[in-house]
């Protein structure tokens, strides 16, 4: 075990997998754009042969996040759904059954619905709150449980302790959607979880200035046949959105300790409006996975959704509204963002049973002055209420 390996999680994510350059002492270590690296004779190299199959900045990056999730390998891709089609495409095939949760992020719903449904895998949508429904949803053809907690956009959360030991008692593989927690406030291996999926995109690059994908998994055979997958089909990120995504990460201890203290505040101005109807928050106390949140993350993330309280012409008028808060999709950033997920993310289930309520608004919490985003939001309430 390497030294970083001990350290804590703000010092791995400054550190681990990203030593001082050993020809000229930089302590950042330099982007490698080269897509091909010289070889003393045939068949031999110093682990890099071509960019594709691996490069020295994406290596930087995949030993980093392996490091945050506590696992053994880590692989980077050039999205959040390249990286899951990659575990998909390596677990499951024709006649093999995947569990989504009932409110999965529509872009895993498409991919499993549209894209790998016409190849013959079967899916269905299941409570993951509820194991006993579960249970009797999982057919002996069934190869992944498929995990989102907190969920995007209802924040629904998942023991995964508990659902882990229901999925490997039916020989099924459990993935993590990992991106809402991220490594810092949650660690779905040590939990019993076999796979930890990350939208880069979001809380790990952290700065909405690149898009990127990353897996984590401890079981080194299946590493090497995602590895395999990640060099035929090519959905890898470049030198350069590996360095960004490298330079977020080392802050963001700092800035989910932000994201999570605006929240709170956040939350406590929409529970006391009248235009807000419900607001469902992992910390409320009254929030149905409140207890498993408490229990399995640290703190309990950025990410807060609210049901408007005049319906969906409410919610849409809202979103407008706000000057702080940017209406944008995508989440996770320093900038707070504002979204009716039923138009804009989650579009893509309209007329599904994974369906999202129209008067639903979601916001991806930002590090602003505190009290800027609560006055933003406030006027924008009193605006439509």
Known sequence: MS????????????HAGQPSDAQTGAVVPPI??????????????????????????????????????????GLAFASGMAAEDAVLRTLVGPGDHVVLPTDAYGGTFRLVSKVLAPTGVEWSAVDLTALDALADALPERTRVVWIETPTNPMLTCVDIAAVAETAHARGALVVVDNTFATPYLQQPLSLGADVVVHSSTKYLGGHSDVVGGAVVVNDADLAARLAFLQNAAGGVPSPFDCYLTLRGIKTLAVRMDRHCENARAVVA????????????????????GHEVARRQMSDFGGMVSFMAAGGEAAAVALVAKTRVFTLAESLGAVESLIEH??????????????????ALVRLS?????????VTDLRQALDAVS
Do not use: K
């Open 341 to 358: 997920p039923a138009r804009m993310t989650h579009a893509s289930v309209e007329g599904s049973a994974l369906a999202v309520d129209p």
């Open 365 to 373: 919490v930002g590090i602003e002055t505190v009290n800027d985003l």
């Open 32 to 73: 490698s754009l080269a897509t091909t690296f010289a070889q003393p004779a045939v068949g031999e190299h110093s682990g890099f042969e071509y960019s594709r199959t691996a490069n020295p900045t994406r290596r930087a990056l995949e030993l980093c996040v392996a490091s945050l999730e506590g696992g053994a390998h």
């Open 269 to 288: 101005l929409l529970g006391e409006h009248g235009g807000v109807e419900r607001v469902l928050y992992p910390g409320l106390p009254t929030h149905p």
């Open 3 to 14: 030294g970083w390996e001990r350290d804590g999680f703000e010092t791995r994510a400054v």
